[in-house]
């Protein structure tokens, strides 16, 4: 993406975090996604964003399907849109064979099981990112070439609960934001630790499309484990954004995304595999 950040006619946000998994029973551990959404709604207020938020029991699959349907119908030409998910992420079996390693990765509402049981739970809450993708190129269709739209997945696609190897964790009270079990009927995931992590992708600019900035926490095989500031615990990836926009405007802040991964990487401690990721449209 080249040029100035695009004039827009609003600015508009809708912030997902979840922190009491455990509450409903699904398999998943608590972790703190809510503490991300509350240090970044005042910051986006102050930048003029409208902001609708879903958190905790409000943040199921329906309603985050229904915000994001209702987000794209709202929308108009130039205006940037900042979507930000702060919670578990699983690998999920790949349904249509566009993954080359053969799974998808969702992001987990509130209501979406851990284990796949047939007849009972067959994923039809986790959000994958097929799903995801066909929503983002609405809205950048809907918002046109001088809108923004800038996604923000602080969850672990396929990072572990466990503390194995030389993924330990030696902050026994920081949450990971993930698993390493799959999501499927009988297929066991198996996370290509061995590849070199890819930082950064290009998306191809399309004629009637927005520019996008999509950062994600971690690499697909990598854990996401929360850092702990001032006594609190955030997702990293969502801590740095924060810090950044304390010291720059959000327009400033999201066309410099290696800055924030510069300083996520300064936060992460040293012994911790894990990288942020940025997928930037060019043209």
């Known amino acids: 993406m080249s040029g100035g950040m695009p004039a827009h006619s609003a600015s508009i946000a809708l912030l997902v975090g979840i922190s009491h998994y455990s509450s409903n029973n699904t398999g998943w551990d608590d972790i703190n996604g809510v503490n991300d959404i509350r240090i970044l709604y005042g910051r986006l207020q102050q930048e003029g964003f409208v902001i609708d938020t879903l958190t905790e029991s409000n943040a199921t699959a329906t309603n985050i399907r229904n915000a994001l349907h209702a987000l794209s119908t709202r929308t108009k030409p130039n205006d940037t849109i900042y979507l930000h998910f702060s919670g578990h992420g699983q690998p999920m079996e790949d349904a249509d064979g566009d993954e080359q390693d053969g799974w998808d990765e969702a ?4 209501d979406a099981q851990m ?4 007849g009972v739970y067959e994923g039809n809450n986790h959000i994958a990112d097929d799903e995801f993708n066909i929503c983002f190129n609405h809205i950048r269709r809907k918002i046109g070439e001088k809108g923004l739209l800038f996604v923000v997945f602080d969850a672990c696609h396929s990072g572990t609960m466990s503390r194995e190897g030389s993924d ?10 993930g698993t390493y079990i799959g999501f499927s009927k009988d297929k066991e995931y198996h996370p290509l630790r061995e590849q070199k992590p890819m930082c950064h992708y ?16 971690c690499q697909a095989w990598q854990q996401n484990i ?3 500031v001032d006594g609190k615990y955030y997702g990293p990836l969502s801590y740095a954004i924060y810090h950044q926009l304390q010291a720059e405007s959000f327009s400033r802040t999201a066309l410099q995304p290696e800055v924030i991964q510069g300083y996520m990487q300064e ?12 997928e930037q449209s060019t043209k």
Do not use: G, T
């Not at 992001?107 to 509130?110: L, N, R, S």
């Not at 284990?115 to 047939?118: A, D, L, R, S, V």
């Not at 330990?168 to 934001?177: K, L, Q, W």
């Open 202 to 217: 290009d998306i191809s600019q399309e004629n009637n499309l927005s520019p996008v900035i999509i950062l994600e926490a």
């Open 267 to 278: 936060i992460i401690p040293s012994w911790r595999k894990q990288q942020m990721v940025i």
């Open 226 to 228: 929360e850092v702990l």
């Open 168 to 177: 330990a964790n030696i902050d026994d009270d920081a949450a990971v934001r």
């Open 115 to 118: 284990w796949y049981k047939e």
């Open 107 to 110: 992001f987990i509402p509130i």
